[in-house]
Structure formats: structure tokens, C-alpha cells
């Protein structure tokens, strides 16, 4: 029994790695890609691990485009996203946790429908709108979603937690006199604290990936964001891998260590998406 | 108290007004402008149902475009499923390094779609990419992937299938959900674990995968204007040329918003059949199971 | 606002420095977009928005779309007014194009062309002799042979003799040696004429054989893998077709040493225009100003900045005449055949519709030249799926 069971286990890490290779491999032949050498004739077989290791197609890939800047910028909207994104998400799913159970649940379904909505029929209409309201190539046509909670996804989260706080709780306070933004602040947010790193998680990664909305809206080279940035660059030298993959590097980097912060607990049975 | 409440609805408002001015007046906006002709510069004017028959005299890619949105859904959609369920039922017990199997799981999904199409634009170098040179070095000839009529579709199916986070997290969710006891009856009863999963886990995971798969045949529709924009521009020969890279073109490069929205709401509609297809589909074979 | 390769907006930048300090009251700045289909959309969407960058450089394949929606500003009477530059400065075949119904839009800072660029290494290791001058495309044809090879016997092209983008631009001047034309008339065309002679015909299947049948080009694979003016500029394609914007970024290249020779000729002479213009937006509101910095650029002065960059084929007779572009010591020494060409040159049809068109004549010329169809058929799918652009019904 013991000995079917080690082999049971082992077997089922082997699968466990394999899958797992078979899912970052690209990013593993990315890496190896970036740090070949420029100019060299490209490989006739595969090369997992460049000879020389070279670190110059980094170097090379700020110095072709203000990378630095990109970088800057998209921290910027991030900077700008995430606490609006915080505010308006929390009061929505605070206020939604609160009405009565009909209105919840129209609530719930307006926040499904919306995630339903695809967003490539919006782009034009947006454009268009943003264009009358003097929002093109300024930050808020990037950052407007911000303004109601980024996605339903996350009012439904906030919705989650809040209506698991004892009702008591907000009761009592009511009764002392206390105002709903002071209950919110006081009592809701600091027992959210989980739902706020999540939200705060997959808002970074929401902005910083988008492509779209730079790319429609943005029209001042100084403005861009990192994913135009990155596009930017391919389009000067479409057959440069290494330089091309270093950036790519440059991209993904950030938002991998952010998620090897969390990750831990992300898994944890007290993770977010194990209490839906 | 009646002060609170009304405090409870000013923070609702700024969630709510957003939807209307991001989302509420922009559908409306388009579909006033699907009947008219506009290009920005002069004010538009009313056109009536003629784009759509323009579109229909006219535009022989959108036929494709339709065409290929529709098979990549059918293509992408079940496979993406079923891999996230297949990998959140493999990963679903806490052993040890579990944590980590799953964050690579994981992993590709959080990578920005930018930097995704250019990593997998290398991969699939039809002479110099990884990927070919490895099916080289194991005796299989690789085919030109996306500059092969036959493949380039395939291809950003397959790049696809590894962006399966979404649907894995929130199926472990579910998993996780279902209570312990049940299998433990079924335990008792001696149950394989097929017939665990057969009746017990997928019952009880079917809303979920409902959701889910509503969900993705939205997602896959709209996910393919990153990957053909930057990796193929829709070549060859509009074999990638999917409904938001055509309605882009259309639109802002080709400065024709009136037919731009129309095309906008086609692509609604067509979605919206699917999504309505599915939904019954779905529903109407749960009917039917409860029967047997 | 302009387009193009880094090298290119360095050019740019220099005379953007001389201009300041020339005209200390006025400030630019450089707005730059490395891609032509962006450029395009940018320019649309700045437009609609109202806020156009007061001067842009556009093509002039591309410019009708706008002077045809009348937000351009016709700048002939500025150019008349003008006490630096004048239009008899001009040579004839760069203004022309950019004359929309009789007025003169925009200016053109070059008159460039296609030329061959080949790299002398690799013809000296192959033993081919350079081009000369007056060659023939069956001399072009077999010395792209000999330079196509297979160093280690694997089956893989490793050097191309030749290396071309496949569009539109590309195969006209080919065609026009030929006898053959594109469209009926060079302004506003109600035809297109490619598949009704067989001169055209001829001209379309030889250049599809290049890669179809000879093989001296890279396929669809190989292509899509490298580039060729990437492979051109590693050493590993002989010859590259390409316009003069290529030699900024050329000159940065160590490795072996490269030149022009002119195209090859069929029947009679061609060449294809390449040329771009400063552009002003009407709706602007400090025209004298903007006027100001389009003179300064067109004038000796400022075409002498960019030509010096080897960016352009200066537009002003004066300059292309010059040290500036004829520069002995710098690359390409045979730069004469960019002058020398001038009087055979073609335009591309100018028409509102003509970017839609050439996309769409693109795209078919790709699927012929990496699929090899019958040029007929090619050239019938491409009258066919082009007629709604012409004489254009109400979109």
C-alpha cells in the first residue's frame, strides 16, 4: 500500500510538472531569446541558454524608445486607477450589501449583464464621446473606467464581502449616530482588508496590460503606455527578436514578482475566490 | 435613517453613472450611428438601413470576419473549458507544491496581451521559433503557423488555450464549494471516481461552467483583436481577419464610423444568438439530465 | 508630426534644431510614428478630434483622402508669396502629384524613387560583377541567381539574391517598363486597367516568378521569419528594393559595404515616384507660423539638413544638385541614379479611395506572389474587388 501510494505521488508530480513546464515554456524560450546576443545569425537548432549571455538588448530597448518613461506612465495610471477604482468598487458592493434583497439582486444582475457587454462595441462610441468631451490624449480617457469600480467584477467582490459582515454590526453603529461613509471607513474597509489586495491585484494587472485605450486615445508619443510602447517598438524592427523579447521581459517582469507577492495567498483556503 | 439610506444611494451613484455615460450612452450612440454616415469631420447624416445593405453589397471581408470569429469560438471555447476544468480538477487537493503548479497555471494569463502575441509571434517563427525548431529536433517537419492559410487561425486558438486562469481560479472556487460529505457518502457507497465526478462534482459545478462558457464565448470574440492586430494585421490573405480588427479598420483607419458601428451591431447581434444558443443549450441538457 | 525609422526622425530632428534657432518665437515639436497605417489612423482620429498637428508629412498616395474632405490648406499661394523659395526651384515631376483640382496642397520636401540596393561583399564573394546602369531584367533575373545560395547543403536558401516588400509600389514600376498600366488616368481613375493588356500581364507574372518559380526572393516563411531589409542589413540578402529612406539607416551598417544601381530596364524607361510633402491643416489657427516652418524646411537651407541625413532625394533642383546630396564621401557613392532617373518617373493614381485600393491590390499581389495563381486571375480579383473605390458609391 505505502509503496503504490509513494508511486501514486510521484507520479502525480510529475504530471504536475510537466503541465506546469508545458504552461510557462514560452516565457522560458522568451528569456532565453532576450539575452542573445544581437546580430548574431539566428540559431539553426534550438539554444536554451544563449553563448554569450548578452544584456545589451535591454539596454538597447530603453535607448530606442523612452521605455523608462512608458514605464513611468503606466505606473501613473495605475497610481491614479487603483484608489479611485478602490473608492467608488467598495462603496458600490458597501451600498449594494445593504439594500433589500430585491434590489440586490437586480443589482447582481445588472453587474452580469454588464460583464456580458462586449467591450469592442463601445470603442467607437467612446471615441467618439471622448472626443467631445476633450478626453482624447489626456489620462482620464484611459483611467474613465476607474470611475465605476474598473469592472462589475470587482463591485461584486466588495458585494461578497460586505454582506458577510454581520448586519448587527452595521445596526449598532447606525444607532450610535454614525454616518454610512464613517461605517464604510470604520467598521467595512479594515474587515475587507483580503478583497482589497485582490481588487487592488487585478486592477494593477487590468491597467497595466490594456492596450486598447492607450491605443485609441492616446495620441501624444511623451503619453504612451507601455503596451503601445511595446508595439511601437516592433513596428521599428519587426525582425529584431532579441530586442523585441527583451522588452516583452521588461512588460511582463513587474506584474509576475506582484503576483509571486500575493500568490501564497491567492491559493489560501482564506483566498478570495474560495469564498465566493 | 432615512439619511443613511439616502447616503447609501450617493455611493451607489458614482458606479451607476459611470455605467451610463461608459456604457449606456455609448451603446445608444452606436446604434444611432449605425444608421447614418459620418466620418468625424462633417456632422453624420441620416442613412438609414443603407449601410447594412452597402455592407451586404459590398464588404466581401466581412463575411470572413464573421466567419472566422464564429469558428474560432467554436474552437477556442470548449477547448478552454475543459482544459480549465480538467487542470482545476487535477490541481484541486492541497499536497504540497500545489501552490506552485497552479501559479504556473496561472501564469500566462496575467502576462499583458501585448507582450503575449509578440512572445508567441517568436514562438511560432516559422524558421527560427522555438516551437519549430523543437518539432525539428523530434523528426516532425512544423508548419509555417501564421503565415500558412491553413494554420494561422489554429495558432492563435492554440496561444488561447493557455490563457485559462480566469475559468481555472474560478472553477477551484467551485470545487471547493462543493461540500466534503458528499463524497464521503460516496465513499461509502463505494462509488468510482468516475461516477463521483459523474454524479457529484458535475452537477454541482454545471452553473458555474454555464456562466464560464457565456463568459468565454464573449471573451473569445473580443480577444482576438490584440493578437491579429499585432501578429498578423489579419494576412494571410484574411485567414486571422476577426470582427474587431475589421470594425478597427473600418473605423479608424478607414474613417467610416456610420459603417463601423453597423458592423458593431452585427457583431452584437451574432453574439448575442450565440450566447442565447448556448444558454438554452445548456439549460435544456440539464432539463433532460434530471430525468435519469 | 512624421513617420518612419529612427535613423529617419533624427533627420528630422536636426532640422527642427536649425529651425529654432532661426525662429526663436516658435516652438516644435516632433510628434513620431514608426508605422504608415498608423500614421494614417492618427492623422484621421486628429482630425475628428479636432486637434491636427499643425504640420504633417503624408505621402502622396495618401493625401488625396484628406484634400478631398477639404481640411487641408491649399499652400500654392503661400509658395507664390514666398520670397525664399519658388516654384520653378522644384523639379515639375515632385509638385505634380500634389496638385488636387488644379491647387497646389502640400509641398514635397523629395522626389525619391525605387532603386536597387546591393551589397558589394556579397556579389565580390560570388564573383558577380556589380550592376551597371543600363541592365536588363533578365541580366537582373540571373545575377539574383547566381547570388542566391545554399552555403551548407541543407536544402535552406541561406543568402537571397533579392529581397523586396511585396506591394503595390513595388510592381508598378515593373509594370510601366513594360508597357503595361494600372488605372486609365492618373488623376481621379474610373478603371483599373492592370488586367486588360497583356504588357501588364507579363509584367505581374514575371515579378510573382521572382519568388514562385526562381526563388531568389524568400517565401512566405522564410519572409515572415526575417524580414528582408533586416536580412539585407545582417549581409544575407544581395539585393534589397527600396526607396532612397532606407540610406539613414543603411549608413549605420559596418559590416560590409553597399551601393545603388538603378532598376533594371524592360521596354521603355520608369521609375515610381516616391515623395512626401508637408501638409497643413485648415482648421489651424496660426497658418503664417506654420507656413513659416514648411518655407524654412523647403528651403535650401533646411532640405540641405535632411538631404545631408541621406533621407531624401531633395525636391529643389539647387540641392540635389549639391554636395549636400552628392556627397562623395558618404553612402551610396552612385546616389546620381536617384537624378538621374527623374525624367522617366511615374505617380501612383491620386485619388481619395487610393490607400483602400492599394490594401486591398496588396493583398492579392501577396496571395500570387507566395501562392503562385494565374496572373490573370490576380489581376481580375484585384479589378473586381476594387470597383466599389472607384468613382466611390456614398459611404
Redesign the interface.
Known amino acids: 500500500m505505502r509503496m503504490i501510494r509513494r508511486i501514486r505521488t510521484i507520479s502525480?508530480?510529475l504530471?504536475?510538472?510537466l503541465?506546469?513546464?508545458v504552461?510557462?515554456i514560452?516565457?522560458i524560450?522568451?528569456i532565453s531569446?532576450s539575452l542573445r546576443q544581437p546580430g548574431l545569425p539566428?540559431?539553426p537548432?534550438?539554444e536554451w541558454i544563449p553563448n554569450p549571455i548578452s544584456w545589451s538588448n535591454y539596454q538597447r530597448a530603453f535607448e530606442l524608445i523612452p521605455l523608462g518613461q512608458y514605464l513611468l506612465n503606466s505606473l501613473l495610471v495605475i497610481g491614479m486607477a487603483i484608489p479611485l477604482t478602490l473608492?467608488?468598487?467598495s462603496?458600490?458592493g458597501?451600498?449594494?450589501a445593504?439594500?433589500t434583497q430585491g434590489t440586490q439582486n437586480r443589482l447582481i444582475l445588472?453587474a452580469i449583464i454588464?460583464?456580458?457587454?462586449?467591450?469592442?462595441?463601445?470603442?467607437?462610441?467612446?471615441?467618439?464621446?471622448f472626443?467631445r468631451l476633450g478626453w482624447i490624449d489626456t489620462i482620464w480617457a484611459i483611467i474613465?473606467?476607474a470611475?465605476?469600480?474598473s469592472s462589475p467584477l470587482f463591485?461584486l467582490l466588495f458585494y461578497w464581502t460586505f454582506r458577510r459582515i454581520p448586519k448587527e454590526l452595521y445596526e449598532s453603529a447606525?444607532l450610535d449616530g454614525a454616518?454610512?461613509?464613517q461605517i464604510?471607513r470604520v467598521i467595512a474597509m479594515p474587515l475587507a482588508k483580503p478583497t482589497i489586495v485582490t481588487v487592488m491585484v487585478l486592477t494593477f494587472?487590468l491597467y497595466?496590460?490594456d492596450?486598447?485605450s492607450p491605443l485609441?486615445y492616446i495620441k501624444s508619443t511623451e503619453k504612451y503606455t507601455?503596451?503601445?510602447g511595446?508595439?511601437m517598438l516592433?513596428q521599428l524592427d519587426r525582425s529584431n527578436?532579441p530586442l523585441?523579447?527583451a522588452?516583452?521581459v521588461v512588460?511582463?517582469t513587474p506584474?509576475?514578482l506582484l503576483?509571486?507577492l500575493i500568490?501564497?495567498y491567492f491559493?489560501s483556503?482564506k483566498g478570495i475566490?474560495?469564498?465566493? | 435613517?432615512l439619511n443613511?439610506r439616502r447616503?447609501?444611494?450617493w455611493?451607489?451613484l458614482?458606479?451607476?453613472?459611470?455605467?451610463v455615460?461608459?456604457?449606456v450612452?455609448?451603446?445608444i450612440?452606436?446604434l444611432i450611428?449605425a444608421f447614418t454616415?459620418y466620418?468625424?469631420?462633417?456632422p453624420p447624416s441620416w442613412y438609414g438601413f443603407n449601410n447594412f445593405r452597402?455592407l451586404a453589397q459590398?464588404d466581401?471581408i466581412l463575411p470572413r470576419a464573421m466567419l472566422n470569429s464564429l469558428l474560432f469560438v467554436l474552437l477556442a471555447v470548449p477547448l478552454r473549458i475543459l482544459g480549465a476544468l480538467a487542470?482545476a480538477l487535477?490541481?484541486e487537493h492541497r499536497?504540497r507544491?500545489?501552490?506552485?503548479?497552479?501559479?504556473?497555471?496561472?501564469?500566462?494569463t496575467?502576462?499583458?496581451?501585448?507582450?503575449y502575441a509578440?512572445?508567441?509571434l517568436?514562438?511560432f517563427?516559422?524558421?527560427?521559433?522555438?516551437l519549430n525548431?523543437?518539432l525539428?529536433?523530434i523528426g516532425i517537419e512544423g508548419p509555417?503557423w501564421?503565415?500558412?492559410a491553413r494554420f494561422a487561425l489554429p495558432a492563435i486558438v492554440l496561444m488561447s488555450v493557455?490563457q485559462i486562469g480566469e475559468g481555472f481560479?474560478?472553477l477551484?472556487?467551485g470545487l471547493?464549494?462543493i461540500p466534503r460529505d458528499y463524497y464521503d457518502v460516496a465513499a461509502v457507497d463505494g462509488g468510482t471516481g468516475w461516477q463521483k465526478f459523474r454524479y457529484i462534482t458535475f452537477p454541482l459545478l454545471r452553473p458555474w461552467l454555464i456562466l464560464l462558457t457565456?463568459?468565454d464565448v464573449?471573451l473569445t470574440?473580443?480577444n482576438t483583436?490584440?493578437p491579429a492586430y499585432?501578429m498578423t494585421g489579419g494576412?494571410?490573405?484574411?485567414a486571422t481577419m476577426f470582427?474587431?480588427l475589421h470594425?478597427?479598420k473600418e473605423?479608424?483607419?478607414?474613417?467610416?464610423?456610420g459603417?463601423?458601428?453597423t458592423m458593431?451591431?452585427l457583431?452584437?447581434c451574432g453574439?448575442s444568438v450565440i450566447?442565447i444558443t448556448v444558454f438554452v443549450v445548456l439549460k435544456g441538457w440539464r432539463n433532460q439530465n434530471a430525468y435519469d | 508630426m512624421i513617420f518612419g525609422d529612427p535613423a529617419e526622425r533624427a533627420a528630422y530632428e536636426a532640422l527642427v534644431t536649425a529651425f529654432e534657432s532661426e525662429h526663436p518665437t516658435i516652438q516644435v515639436q516632433l510628434i513620431h510614428i514608426p508605422s504608415q497605417?498608423d500614421y494614417?489612423?492618427r492623422i484621421?482620429?486628429d482630425?475628428?478630434?479636432n486637434t491636427p498637428s499643425d504640420v504633417m508629412l503624408i505621402n502622396y498616395r495618401r493625401y488625396a483622402?484628406f484634400a478631398a474632405?477639404g481640411?487641408l490648406e491649399p499652400l500654392g499661394d503661400y509658395l507664390d508669396r514666398s520670397p525664399l523659395i519658388q516654384t520653378e526651384d522644384f523639379y515639375p515631376e515632385a509638385l505634380e502629384p500634389f496638385y488636387w483640382e488644379g491647387k497646389l496642397i502640400c509641398i514635397p520636401q523629395n522626389l525619391s524613387s525605387l532603386v536597387v540596393y546591393y551589397n558589394k561583399n556579397l556579389f565580390d564573394a560570388a564573383g558577380v560583377s556589380y550592376p551597371n546602369n543600363d541592365w536588363t531584367w533578365d541580366d537582373f533575373l540571373e545575377t539574383a541567381q547566381r547570388l542566391t545560395q545554399d552555403l551548407d547543403g541543407d536544402g535552406?536558401t541561406d543568402i537571397y539574391g533579392l529581397g523586396t516588400e511585396v506591394s503595390i509600389v513595388r510592381l508598378a514600376p515593373f509594370l510601366w517598363q513594360n508597357g503595361g498600366e494600372l488605372t486609365n488616368t492618373d488623376f481621379n481613375p474610373t478603371v483599373l486597367t492592370l488586367d486588360r493588356s497583356n504588357e501588364g500581364l507579363e509584367a505581374l507574372q514575371w515579378f510573382i516568378q521572382l519568388q514562385t518559380v526562381h526563388g531568389v526572393v524568400p517565401n512566405?516563411?522564410?519572409?515572415?521569419?526575417?524580414d528582408s531589409e533586416s536580412r539585407f542589413m545582417n549581409g544575407r540578402t544581395a539585393m534589397y528594393l527600396n526607396s532612397r529612406r532606407g540610406v539613414p539607416t543603411y549608413r549605420e551598417i559596418t559590416a560590409f559595404d553597399w551601393d545603388v544601381a538603378p532598376l533594371p530596364q524592360g521596354k521603355q524607361r520608369a521609375g515610381v515616384l516616391h515623395a512626401d510633402a508637408y501638409c497643413m491643416p485648415s482648421m489651424i489657427d496660426d497658418k503664417e507660423a506654420v507656413w513659416t516652418f514648411i518655407e524654412y524646411a523647403n528651403s535650401p537651407a533646411g532640405q540641405t539638413i535632411v538631404a545631408q541625413s541621406g533621407r531624401t532625394v531633395p525636391s529643389l533642383r539647387a540641392v540635389a544638385e549639391s554636395p549636400a546630396f552628392l556627397d562623395p564621401n558618404k553612402k551610396p557613392l552612385n546616389s546620381r541614379v536617384f537624378l538621374d532617373v527623374i525624367p522617366d518617373l511615374k505617380f501612383l493614381p491620386i485619388m481619395s479611395t487610393w490607400v483602400?485600393i492599394e490594401e486591398i491590390l496588396t493583398?492579392e499581389l501577396?496571395?500570387g506572389f507566395?501562392n503562385d495563381p494565374a496572373p490573370h486571375d490576380i489581376a481580375l480579383m484585384m479589378s473586381f474587388?476594387t470597383l466599389?473605390y472607384f468613382d466611390p458609391?456614398?459611404?
Not at chain 2, 251 to 257: A, G, K, L, M, V
Request: glycine share 4%.
Open positions: 502525480y508530480h504530471a504536475a510538472i503541465v506546469s513546464s504552461s510557462v514560452a516565457m524560450w522568451v531569446a539566428p540559431p537548432v534550438i473608492v467608488t468598487a462603496w458600490a458597501f451600498a449594494m445593504q439594500f445588472l454588464l460583464l456580458m457587454i462586449p467591450v469592442t462595441s463601445l470603442w467607437l462610441a467612446r471615441f467618439v464621446l472626443s474613465a473606467p470611475m465605476m469600480g463591485i447606525v454616518m454610512a461613509i464604510w494587472i497595466w496590460s492596450f486598447i485609441l507601455l503596451s503601445v511595446l508595439q516592433q527578436w523585441l523579447m522588452a516583452s512588460m511582463i506584474i509576475v503576483f509571486g500568490q501564497r491559493w483556503e475566490f474560495n469564498n465566493l | 435613517m443613511y447616503t447609501l444611494r455611493m451607489l458614482p458606479y451607476l453613472m459611470g455605467t455615460i461608459l456604457i450612452i455609448p451603446a450612440v452606436t450611428l454616415q466620418d468625424l469631420l462633417s452597402d459590398f466581401d487542470l487535477f490541481l499536497r507544491g500545489v501552490g506552485l503548479y497552479r501559479t504556473a497555471v496561472y501564469l500566462p496575467l502576462i499583458p496581451d501585448v507582450a509578440l512572445i508567441w517568436w514562438v517563427n516559422p524558421i527560427y521559433g522555438p525548431q523543437v525539428e529536433a509555417g501564421l503565415t500558412d493557455f481560479v474560478v477551484l472556487a471547493h464549494n457565456l463568459r464573449l470574440t473580443q483583436f490584440t499585432i494576412d494571410p490573405y484574411y470582427l474587431p470594425i478597427y473605423t479608424f483607419e478607414d474613417f467610416r464610423y459603417s463601423g458601428a458593431t451591431v457583431m452584437i453574439v450566447l | 497605417s494614417r489612423a484621421g482620429a482630425f475628428a478630434a483622402q474632405r481640411v535552406n512566405a516563411e522564410a519572409e515572415s521569419a526575417e483602400e493583398e501577396q496571395l507566395y474587388r466599389e458609391p456614398q459611404r
